[in-house]
């Protein structure tokens, strides 16, 4: 079992940057795939970003191509999300994820733990 704390949210205008982090209890970090969700106002949760359980492997959905990089510390247990370029649609509660399997998914259902979430708020 691991426990998810996320941090790093705040207020932040168009065009800037932020980096979330994720804090991981537990002795077994790396043999989850951990990913971030968010999910904005009236919204379903989507995907963002996944990293596989040695960091080698990554995939983001689209929108956030190019501009969002995940990245992972497994001798610190945690899990990043550095986002340049911000949008305004880039607002949301951003959730962080772990799956104990080998794929990188990227629909919900197949996380088992979540983190309490970081508001992330971008203002034009």
């Known amino acids: 079992q691991v426990q998810l704390v996320e941090s790093g949210g705040g207020l932040v205008q168009a065009g800037g940057s932020l980096r979330l982090s994720c804090a991981a209890s537990?002795?077994?970090?790396?043999?989850?795939?951990m990913a971030w969700f968010r999910q904005a106002p009236g919204k379903e949760r989507e995907f963002v970003a996944a990293?596989?359980?040695?960091?080698?492997?990554?995939t983001y959905t689209d929108s956030v191509k190019g501009r969002f990089t995940i990245s992972r510390d497994n001798a610190k247990n945690t899990v990043s999300l550095l986002m340049n370029t911000l949008k305004p649609e880039d607002t949301a509660v951003y959730y962080c994820?772990?799956?104990?399997?080998?794929?990188?998914?990227?629909?919900?259902?197949?996380?088992?733990?979540w983190g309490q979430g970081t508001q992330v708020t971008v203002s034009s």
């Open positions: 994820a772990a799956t104990n399997t080998v794929t990188l998914f990227t629909t919900p259902g197949t996380y088992n733990y």
């Open positions: 537990g002795r077994t970090f790396s043999s989850y795939v």
């Open positions: 990293v596989s359980r040695s960091a080698l492997g990554t």
